[in-house]
Each structure stands twice: as C-alpha cells, then as structure tokens.
C-alpha cells in the first residue's frame, strides 16, 4: 500500500485536527490563553492557503474547489473568530466547532475507509 498526500492529509485530520477541535470545544474557557492565539494564528493560515487553492482549483474548473470552499468560508473564520473573542466567545461557537471536529472524523474515516479499501482491492 502506498501513501499519498490524501491518505496522509487524513491521518493527519483524524489524529490532530479533530482531536484539537474536540479539546477546544469541550473545554471551552478552561483552555490555556495560548490556545487562542494558535486557534488565530491556525486561522488565518488556512484562510490563506486555501484561499489561494480555491482561486486555482476554480481557474481549473476542480471538481474539489468546494473543501478549499468551505476552508475559506466556514473553518478560518470560526477560528479566528474563536482565537480572538478568547474567553469571551460565546457557546455558540463552541458548538460549531464541535460539529466540525466531529465532521472531519466522520469524513476523513470515511476517506481513509475507501482509500484501504481500494489499495486491498489492488493488492489481491
């Protein structure tokens, strides 16, 4: 079996991103300060980076555009939202961020299913 990038942009989400989220979101306020400025900093580097994937994937007509969409949309902007508001974000926020730590297990799994499913198949 080889790993390519999605396998390994999986791994990564189920093992660090959603965990992350899952912390934040349980903890809420509870969390050290730095976490708000990582949750910033997080941010606006995903604001960035798939701000520019997704005016490349769109120039290219991708069939993908739409999770550099959402990236750019729904994801940067709770987190920055959450990084600056610090302890004085509302639950609200803290509610979406866990529907989206939980969105990203529920996706990612589910990729990484389909992708060992696939390798298998080329394997017998």
Not at 23 to 34: D, S
Not at 76 to 101: D, F, Q, S, V, W
Not at 109 to 118: A, G, R
């Amino acid at each position: 079996m080889k790993f390519d990038q999605h396998f390994i942009l999986s791994v990564f989400h189920l093992l660090f991103i959603a965990p992350l989220f899952l912390y934040i979101g349980f903890q809420r306020t509870a969390v050290p300060e730095w976490v708000y400025l990582a949750l910033f900093s997080i941010g606006c580097v995903v604001f960035l980076y798939h701000g520019v994937k997704l005016i490349m994937r769109i120039k290219n007509d991708s069939s993908y555009s739409w999770v550099n969409a959402i990236h750019v949309l729904l994801l940067a902007p709770l987190l920055i939202y959450i990084g600056y508001h610090k302890k004085e974000t509302p639950r609200a926020a803290y509610e979406l961020l866990l529907m989206t730590a939980f969105a990203a297990l529920g996706y990612h799994l589910f990729s990484l299913v389909k992708m060992l499913n696939i390798y298998s198949e080329h394997d017998e």
